[in-house]
């Protein structure tokens, strides 16, 4: 009984790909571990059961990939799902660790802790640091290395904070403001300019999700005959066997065991079951020849869910990890597209976790001396994530709902590029939501 109050706590506190997996993991449990464990006992062979079935799970079903489409069968199923429940009990029982790691891992939790208190006037209104910079006390060597991170990002945020407050007017008079229903046509022409454009949404908006296919329509319609290539967090690119050596430390160096292929739309089966996170973008977009590549790695959460406690899983470490992959996988293609197209437009479309300058090891740091451009698309009002909230204050203007017309701001000046990267963003977009 205990187990299922706990699942039941993880629904909302889980990312989104947790989410869709809590239920297999419940239908399991209610048959019993004695019906549904695996063959294998052991960690590793329960890791390799699970990366099997996830394979077949989400390329099959049949489900969409990059690399083609396979079937699942009930074996499969009873796999994932018995493998999935052995985890859960796993990681609720905290494993024994050296009083040594335990102590060093509070201690860096407070020293995070005690930083806020004295380099923030207010931690509380600084929504980033408990999103995206937040420590945590679970006793394991990756707890550890996430507060080391935590600590010394967290003092970097606080110098730019300050450098903000520092600035003439906090930089208010830097921004420019546009409000208009041709902001999206005003910010397409702007990015026109660009090789390399960051789009960074909060998740769940269908208005974002809206503004974000317009936009990258827009940007086809002024490039005719230039390339375009969109890379997405929300389709998974084709799982693979990540080796008996692969670690959480060590997953990263993988090196790419398959060529990826272009998303491609299977015409005869319900797009929303392959594409199950903005369908309707995803789908006119494809419809309309936009070539696509898959950014998550469904491979590295089989590996990381096998190793990291649960507190583990949101954590800054995790996130940064994610990012080297997708950093990679953008790396390789992007070489292999200007072989042929070198003034190729590429897009990253992503949660804003991935995409702002504010986090730490984000996916266009990786790319910084490509200049990219970082947009943030946002319902209503702009994002609190970035470096504005904290410093002008959540009853400043900007953050008042823009009513029924697009608000665009960006940076302008010869410090709008050193802006934008104190800020978290070059670019924001404002769309009318609820």
Known sequence: MRCLVFIFS???????????????????????????????????AVRAAVTRAAWA????????????????????????????????????????????????????????????????????????????????????????????????????????????????????????TLMSSDAIDYLAAALTQEKLVMLGEIHHSPYVQRAVERLIVKLQGRNPGRRIVLFTEFI?????????????????????????????????????????????????????????????????????EGELMIEEDNSLFYLTERNKIWARVIETKMAEVRRTDPDALFIVYAGMGHTSWLTPL???????????????????????????????GKNHMIFEPCGGTSLLYHWRGKDARLLGRRTGFDYAFVVPGR
């Open 236 to 304: 998974d690119l084709p799982p693979v066997n990540p080796g008996a050596r692969n670690t959480v430390a060590t997953y990263y160096r993988r090196p790419a065991e398959e060529e990826i292929f272009p998303v491609r739309l299977v015409p005869w089966e319900d797009a929303s079951v392959h594409l199950p996170y903005a369908t309707e973008t995803f789908v006119e977009l494809l419809g309309r020849g936009t070539e696509i590549y898959p950014l998550e790695d469904p491979t590295q959460k089989v590996v990381f």
């Open 362 to 392: 984000s996916v266009p740091k990786f790319f910084a001396k490509e200049n990219p451009a970082v947009v943030e698309i946002t319902e209503n009002t702009p994002s609190v994530f970035n470096a504005l909230y904290p410093v002008w």
């Open 57 to 176: 799970a989400r390329a099959g079903t049949p489900e969409l990939s990059a690399g083609g489409i396979t079937h699942i069968t009930p074996q499969m199923k009873d796999a994932i799902e018995a493998a999935r429940v052995k985890k859960i009990h796993e990681r609720m029982k905290l494993r024994q660790r050296p009083p040594l790691l335990e102590n060093m891992v509070k201690k860096s939790y407070f020293q995070v802790e005690a930083l806020w208190e004295t380099r923030f006037q207010d931690p509380a209104s600084v929504p980033l640091l408990e999103n995206l910079y937040a420590p945590t006390l679970s006793p394991t060597p990756t707890s550890l290395r996430n507060n080391e991170m935590s600590l010394f990002f967290s003092a970097r945020l606080a110098d730019r904070l300050d450098w903000l407050r520092a600035r003439p007017a906090r930089g208010e008079n830097d921004l420019f």
């Open 10 to 44: 993880l629904i909302f506190s889980a990312p989104l790909w947790a989410q869709k997996q809590v239920l297999p993991a419940l239908r399991a449990l209610e048959k019993g571990a004695a019906q549904s464990a695996p063959a294998a006992s052991s960690a590793s």
